[in-house]
Nanobody
Framework: QVQLVESGGGLVQAGGSLSLSCAASGRTFGSYAMGWFRQAPGNEREFVAAINWSGGRTNYADSVKGRFTISRDNAKNTVYLQMSSLKPEDTAVYYC?????????????????WGQGTQVTVSS
């Protein structure tokens, strides 16, 4: 089992950048596929980015492609989401998620473990 704790959220102006981190407990982080999702008020949770166990495979939602970068450091048990050129529509609670698999994809139902979320607010 793994526990996930997100950090790095906050308030930023449109066009700015923010970096999120997700720290995982446990000694087998390297065997987990990771993902980032977000949920804006009144909306369903949506996929943002995914990364495989080694970091060699990534996938992004079309809405963030070219602006967000997912990465991981297995030695630090941490996955990151670097966000740039932020837009007001990026405002949401951002969640990291994990699954004991090589890759989990874009479907939230593929993920077994979730963090508590961190708020990102982009002002216009």
């Amino acid at each position: 089992q793994v526990q996930l704790v997100e950090s790095g959220g906050g308030l930023v102006q449109a066009g700015g950048s923010l970096s999120l981190s997700c720290a995982a407990s446990g000694r087998t982080f390297g065997s987990y596929a990771m993902g980032w999702f977000r949920q804006a008020p009144g909306n369903e949770r949506e996929f943002v980015a995914a990364i495989n166990w080694s970091g060699g495979r990534t996938n992004y939602a079309d809405s963030v492609k070219g602006r967000f970068t997912i990465s991981r450091d297995n030695a630090k048990n941490t996955v990151y989401l670097q966000m740039s050129s932020l837009k007001p529509e990026d405002t949401a609670v951002y969640y990291c998620a994990a699954r004991a698999a090589t890759y989990a994809g874009t479907d939230e139902f593929n993920y077994d473990y979730w963090g508590q979320g961190t708020q990102v607010t982009v002002s216009s």
